[in-house]
């Protein structure tokens, strides 16, 4: 009985630490639109976010198509998904939501890419927490953009988030304030099921990403080496 008792024990830890294999098709769409957008951007560092920003960032977002409805009437939300940097790659995915906003700069596009460069650790558990409204819970700015945008500013050493859009192939700096961004709760459970938290996805690096994943989780590490997050060099980093 204590020999059947430890093999069922085992298989369930096992279970605990892969996540589930039966991924909706919508989920499986939100993880190959985030590694496109992620692959485009990595392939025009000359237009796009500076590398060095880049592999500052402990962690990323990624929420693909933005519809303009969105932005206009504030009705709908955006939905993505985000991963931290570990001490040999990138963790799997946890699923996010950004809920409402209005930002002018981007009112005449059809839809838009967000990608969010979570700079320390500290910003990314916030996120993951609860929702948080973006500006008051967690400082946020618009990222700059080109090769060399990252080594004239100081908005690395302020901000614990840098967003970025993309409209009609080009990336620019969008100011989010306002926006509230959190764990899409409903997908993570789909996906990880309802014991495990967003934090031990991404932060714990608890999780064994599925075979789905794969796609999302290379274009993070096309270009750019893995490493492990940095200790912060200002004050309210890690």
């Known amino acids: 009985m204590r020999k059947t008792a430890g093999i069922v024990l085992t298989a369930i830890a096992i279970a605990a630490t892969t996540a589930t294999a039966a991924i909706s098709t ?8 985030a590694a496109a957008v992620v692959s ?8 796009g976010i500076p590398d060095e920003l880049w592999r500052r960032a402990n962690c990323v977002i990624v929420i693909p198509s933005m ?17 931290c940097r570990t001490g040999n790659g990138w963790s799997a995915p946890a699923f996010m939501e950004l809920e409402k906003g209005s930002w002018g700069a981007q009112i005449g596009a059809e839809q838009i890419d967000l990608v969010l460069l979570v700079m320390n650790r500290t910003g990314m558990g916030k996120l993951l927490d609860s929702k948080v409204s973006l500006g008051a819970g967690a400082s946020v ?6 090769r060399d945008a990252g ?19 080009a990336f620019a700096g969008i100011n989010l304030a306002g926006g509230k961004l959190g764990p899409d709760k409903e997908a993570n459970e789909d996906v990880y099921g309802p014991s495990v938290a967003a934090r031990q996805v991404v932060l714990d690096n608890t999780i064994k990403p599925a075979p789905e994943m794969d796609t ?10 893995p490493t492990a997050p940095r200790p912060a060099a ?3 980093r890690p």
């Open 67 to 83: 519809k303009k409805a969105a932005f206009i009437f504030g009705g709908e939300y955006g939905k993505g998904v985000a991963s």
């Open 26 to 33: 919508a989920e499986q769409n939100r993880l190959r639109e």
């Open 40 to 47: 485009d951007l990595r392939s025009t560092p000359d237009k």
């Open 151 to 169: 080594a004239s500013t100081d908005l690395k050493l302020s901000a614990e988030i840098l967003s970025y859009s993309r409209s009609q192939g």
């Open 216 to 225: 999302f989780l290379a274009a993070l590490r096309g270009g750019v080496s």
């Open 234 to 236: 200002t004050s309210g």
């Open 141 to 146: 700015a618009a990222g700059p953009v080109g």
